[in-house]
């Protein structure tokens, strides 16, 4: 099982779930914030409970499933078992290249009554394909990251998350 709800998350009126990889860097040392700057001090996600060992080692399953042929299968999958309506991907972590972008723009063309949504600081990545995003996708920018000038406050959608 790769979608999992916390206690926040539950609250929510539609069936919400994260998918989240390891924040910073995966134990096989993938950078998986790329574009990480002043954030990468403050990170939430490398302190408490994602500390936790077995949470960590849920991490690093859903990394290296993610680097596998197999994962959107898999997702699509899951999707279905948990009957998920909306999805934040990366909880934690972030798009760490165009191959991984791939496979969940793939698994959200694929399920387009489900809501994906995704806070990134990797905007010029995103800014290249603006027009492959499907319409069931919001991207959000996150401030603290090594391109925050490419973020246009007054037309793209953004948030300060550290």
Not at 19 to 47: D, E, R, W
Request: aromatic letters at 12%; glycine letters at 4%.
């Amino acid at each position: 099982m790769f979608l999992v709800r916390n206690s926040k998350i539950k609250k929510s009126e539609k069936r919400t779930f994260n998918f989240g990889i390891p924040a910073y860097l995966s134990n096989t040392g993938l950078k998986t914030c790329p574009n990480a700057g002043a954030c990468a001090k403050g990170c939430y996600a490398l302190a408490g409970a994602y500390r936790f060992s077995n949470v960590a080692q849920a991490f690093e399953r859903r990394l290296t499933a993610t680097q596998d042929d197999a994962f959107v299968d898999q997702m699509l999958a899951d999707i279905d078992k948990q009957r998920a309506e909306r999805i934040r991907i990366h909880d934690s972590g972030d798009f760490y290249n165009e191959e991984y972008l791939d496979r969940w723009l793939r698994i959200m063309r694929s399920r387009p009554e489900v809501e994906f949504y995704a806070y990134t600081k990797m905007v010029s990545l995103f800014k290249k394909r603006a027009k492959d995003l499907p319409k069931n996708f919001t991207v959000i920018y996150s401030f603290g990251g090594t391109e925050d000038r490419l973020i246009d406050v007054t037309k793209d959608r953004h948030s300060l998350v550290f």
